[in-house]
């Protein structure tokens, strides 16, 4: 071994173990950034998501009703 770094027989140091078990939080996106690019064109508005989850079923009409209530005012 060369340096002073403590050797621990192949384990974790303390201080890896402890970044293991506390991954830091990822970065916030600020309001104003555009979307991810995971998001297809045109989705951005929450209606038109809404519409979408509508058409391919995954929402049925009571709980599209419900959540346009909340969006919209």
Avoid: C, K, W
Avoid at 14 to 19: D, E, K, W
Avoid at 27 to 37: F, K
Avoid at 51 to 67: A, I, K, P, S
Wanted: aromatic share 6%; glycine share 10%; charged share 20%.
């Amino acid at each position: 071994m060369t340096g002073n770094v403590p050797y621990y027989g192949g384990r974790l140091t303390p201080a890896q173990a402890f970044a293991a078990s506390h991954p830091a939080p990822p970065p916030a996106r600020p309001l104003s950034a555009p979307p991810p690019d995971g998001v297809p064109p045109g989705r951005s508005d929450p209606l038109e998501a809404l519409g979408h989850l509508l058409e391919t079923g995954v929402l049925d009409e009571q709980e599209y009703e419900r959540l346009r209530a909340r969006i919209t005012p």
